[in-house]
């Protein structure tokens, strides 16, 4: 909010009114706070520079009610201008309201006009939320229906904590966010202290602190499963309005302790930490969301703190079956989820070089999200594991596609267990092709490949050798027929590989003949080569021990098993054979 103008504005007419008060008191502390002195201020200018008395009059109540109504029935259609017709339908006189209240003047004005109609408006959207939410508190306190009442209809005849909850679910559904400052003025109001400030205006009545306690407790228990970050983050909001700062210090302790895993973070301590490792003025170094001991929901909203690290791992949060309590599934990112990720990634500056998504579903509609992340130009993203995301050849193509765009600084990516499959490799090889991309490891185990993807691949790679290092193709269906188009790139005098896996990829001896053909040909680099269960023989491997021989060779390890379908009557399939 300190980005805003306006609320700048109001700070320093609020601070300006305070300091030249000979009793100062408290200062505010809370948004609510600000704007009921806020309000305060203006009508007592009002009346100071008309000789007027210093208390609110009825007449000053019945226009600030009124505008009360026009934002309140106004806000949930979003309607941020208004014409003389809303106006009177409100029970507005323009002219009169415009002359007898300086309020009107100050945060209520008359804008411009359109095809000759005067059009009208708040100074700020803001404005209009806490003039919203102080008719509706008003209504609450005086059981006054409420015409055009967009939550239940007898929600005003319900005890207090009973009609906050009410209010919050309804705005908790939205998708826009468009009432969470509404509903955090609202729990604000709540509170004796605003309520005896604004006086007769509200209607005040005295809550006892057993009320006022179980709507505090209404807000922490809140299950927020469904509801997007920013909803949940709202809900520590407004424990603040409602001068509620347990679960602050909470985390607070939870911080500066060194036995952090012992203790158990629910959903709300997990919303309040992500919003304050989000404001810290510290970039954090790494999160990793499974060091933090959290109940299943907890760890999910953790991800609202991706904007303020440099290493975020979000790596296989699972979710209870609803059907079966004890059955464990991948949960899957919304397309807000990864909105908040894209934001930092395009945000000035980032901080974010390494992001860590593994074993979580990610959908189309997601991955176009992440997508725009990935290809902005601020984005410095070195390190992108997707590892076990259910992506379809459809948003493998997408991710490519932003990756070629912004290739320079990315040396990691992993994609393993993806529906990547021939077509969507094609749209990745876009990246390896770029002369600024710098990747150094690319791993696609088990994505439907086939030999087709190995030539696409070695065309790519020949293009642009220089730079990978590892590569990781395991578990797909490439047979000998792969293993040659690769061995073109192996013999190639550019080539940097140390690592190669084809561990299950259906190969027989004739691929260890070409292996070895090829590194004859090109023996410097490759370090590590795994076969793990293909069709070989220990003859086949040994083979490859023959390289040794050769001064140049800097092969040191070759793992190998028996294909599966082979290994019946091995006794122990968990020990590697490595020839070095």
Same mark, same amino acid.
């Given at each position: 909010?300190?980005?805003?103008?306006?609320?700048?504005?109001?700070?320093?007419?609020?601070?300006?009114?305070?300091?030249?008060?000979?009793?100062?008191? $408290?200062?505010?502390?809370?948004?609510?706070?600000?704007? @009921?002195?806020?309000?305060?201020?203006?009508?007592?200018?009002?009346?100071?520079?008309?000789?007027?008395?210093?208390?609110?009059?009825?007449?000053?109540?019945?226009?600030? +009610?009124?505008?009360?109504?026009?934002?309140?029935?106004?806000?949930?259609?979003?309607?941020?201008?208004?014409?003389?017709?809303?106006?009177?339908?409100?029970? /507005?006189?323009?002219?009169?309201?415009?002359?007898?209240?300086?309020? #009107?003047?100050?945060?209520?004005?008359?804008?411009?006009?359109?095809?000759?109609?005067?059009?009208?408006?708040?100074?700020? /959207?803001?404005?209009?939320?806490? +003039?919203?939410?102080?008719?509706?508190?008003?209504?609450?306190?005086?059981?006054?229906?409420?015409?055009?009442?967009?939550?239940?209809?007898?929600?005003?005849?319900?005890?207090?904590?009973?009609?906050?909850?009410?209010?919050?679910?309804? &705005?908790?559904?939205?998708?826009?966010?468009?009432?969470? =400052?509404?509903?955090?003025?609202?729990?604000?109001?709540?509170?004796?202290?605003?309520?005896?400030?604004?006086?007769?205006?509200?209607?005040?009545?005295?809550?006892?602190?057993?009320?006022?306690?179980?709507?505090?407790?209404?807000?922490?228990?809140?299950?927020?499963?469904?509801?997007?970050?920013?909803?949940?983050?709202?809900?520590?909001?407004?424990?603040?309005?409602?001068?509620? +700062?347990?679960?602050?210090?909470?985390?607070?302790?939870?911080?500066?302790?060194?036995?952090?895993?012992?203790?158990?973070?629910?959903?709300?301590? #997990?919303?309040?930490?992500?919003?304050?490792?989000?404001?810290?003025?510290?970039?954090?170094?790494?999160?990793?969301?499974?060091?933090?001991?959290?109940?299943?929901?907890?760890?999910?909203?953790?991800?609202?703190?991706?904007?303020?690290?440099?290493?975020?791992?979000?790596?296989?949060?699972?979710?209870?079956?609803?059907?079966?309590?004890?059955?464990? &599934?991948?949960?899957?990112? @919304?397309?807000?989820?990864?909105?908040?990720?894209?934001?930092?990634?395009?945000?000035?500056?980032?901080?974010?070089?390494?992001?860590?998504?593994?074993?979580?579903?990610?959908?189309?509609?997601?991955?176009?999200?992440?997508?725009?992340?990935?290809? @902005?130009?601020?984005?410095?993203?070195?390190?992108?594991?997707?590892?076990?995301?259910?992506?379809?050849?459809?948003?493998?193509?997408?991710?490519?596609?932003?990756?070629? @765009?912004?290739?320079?600084? =990315?040396?990691?990516? %992993? +994609?393993?267990?993806?529906?990547?499959?021939?077509?969507?490799?094609?749209?990745?090889?876009?990246?390896?092709?770029?002369? %600024?991309?710098?990747?150094?490891?690319?791993?696609?185990?088990?994505?439907?490949?086939? %030999?087709?993807?190995?030539?696409? !691949?070695?065309?790519?790679?020949?293009?642009?050798?220089?730079?990978?290092?590892?590569?990781?193709?395991?578990?797909?269906?490439?047979? $000998?027929?792969?293993?040659?188009?690769?061995?073109?790139?192996?013999?190639?005098?550019?080539?940097?590989?140390?690592?190669?896996?084809?561990?299950?990829?259906?190969?027989?001896?004739?691929?260890?003949?070409?292996?070895?053909?090829?590194?004859?040909?090109?023996?410097?680099?490759?370090?590590? !080569?795994?076969?793990?269960?293909?069709?070989?023989?220990?003859?086949?491997?040994?083979?490859?021990?023959?390289?040794?021989?050769?001064?140049?060779?800097?092969?040191?390890?070759?793992?190998?098993?028996?294909?599966?379908?082979?290994?019946?009557?091995?006794?122990?399939?968990?020990?590697?054979?490595?020839?070095?």
């Amino acid at each position: 909010m300190c980005e805003i103008p306006v609320f700048c504005w109001i700070t320093a007419v609020v601070l300006e009114h305070m300091m030249a008060t000979e009793k100062i008191g $408290d200062l505010p502390t809370t948004m609510t706070d600000l704007y @009921s002195h806020f309000l305060m201020v203006q009508t007592k200018r009002k009346k100071n520079k008309y000789h007027q008395e210093q208390e609110l009059t009825e007449a000053d109540m019945d226009v600030l +009610l009124k505008l009360g109504r026009l934002a309140f029935e106004h806000l949930e259609k979003g309607n941020i201008m208004f014409y003389q017709e809303d106006l009177e339908q409100c029970g /507005l006189d323009v002219t009169e309201a415009s002359v007898y209240s300086g309020v #009107c003047t100050k945060i209520f004005r008359r804008e411009c006009e359109i095809f000759q109609k005067a059009v009208y408006c708040f100074v700020h /959207l803001s404005v209009q939320e806490f +003039l919203a939410a102080v008719y509706m508190m008003h209504c609450y306190n005086n059981k006054t229906v409420m015409k055009k009442n967009f939550f239940e209809d007898q929600i005003t005849t319900l005890p207090l904590d009973e009609f906050l909850h009410r209010v919050m679910t309804t &705005s908790v559904r939205s998708k826009t966010g468009h009432l969470d =400052l509404f509903v955090r003025f609202l729990h604000g109001l709540s509170v004796e202290s605003n309520q005896r400030l604004l006086g007769n205006l509200l209607g005040w009545t005295e809550n006892s602190p057993e009320t006022i306690q179980k709507a505090i407790n209404n807000l922490k228990k809140m299950n927020s499963e469904n509801m997007c970050l920013d909803r949940t983050i709202n809900l520590f909001h407004c424990l603040t309005e409602m001068r509620d +700062l347990t679960v602050h210090q909470e985390i607070q302790e939870f911080l500066k302790s060194e036995n952090r895993s012992k203790k158990q973070l629910s959903v709300i301590h #997990c919303t309040a930490l992500a919003y304050m490792l989000q404001m810290s003025e510290d970039v954090l170094d790494e999160l990793d969301v499974k060091h933090y001991n959290t109940i299943e929901e907890g760890g999910w909203r953790l991800i609202a703190a991706v904007s303020n690290c440099k290493r975020f791992r979000l790596s296989g949060l699972m979710k209870s079956s609803e059907e079966d309590p004890n059955r464990l &599934s991948a949960r899957e990112l @919304s397309e807000t989820d990864c909105e908040v990720v894209a934001l930092a990634l395009k945000s000035s500056p980032s901080h974010l070089t390494e992001l860590d998504l593994s074993w979580n579903k990610i959908q189309e509609i997601a991955a176009n999200a992440l997508s725009v992340g990935l290809k @902005s130009p601020n984005c410095k993203l070195e390190t992108l594991r997707l590892k076990g995301c259910s992506l379809s050849e459809t948003s493998c193509a997408v991710l490519g596609t932003a990756l070629k @765009s912004n290739p320079s600084r =990315l040396t990691e990516l %992993d +994609l393993s267990y993806n529906m990547v499959q021939d077509s969507g490799l094609k749209q990745l090889c876009g990246v390896l092709e770029s002369p %600024d991309c710098k990747l150094r490891t690319l791993r696609l185990m088990d994505c439907r490949l086939s %030999d087709i993807s190995c030539e696409v !691949l070695v065309l790519a790679l020949k293009s642009n050798p220089s730079h990978l290092t590892e590569l990781d193709l395991g578990m797909n269906k490439l047979q $000998d027929s792969g293993v040659e188009s690769l061995c073109g790139f192996l013999r190639s005098p550019d080539c940097r590989l140390k690592t190669l896996g084809l561990k299950s990829c259906s190969l027989s001896e004739i691929s260890c003949d070409l292996l070895v053909s090829a590194l004859e040909s090109n023996p410097s680099y490759l370090t590590e !080569l795994d076969l793990v269960y293909n069709y070989l023989q220990d003859s086949d491997v040994q083979q490859l021990s023959a390289l040794k021989k050769s001064p140049d060779c800097k092969l040191e390890t070759v793992r190998w098993k028996p294909s599966l379908q082979k290994a019946e009557g091995v006794e122990d399939l968990s020990v590697w054979m490595e020839l070095g």
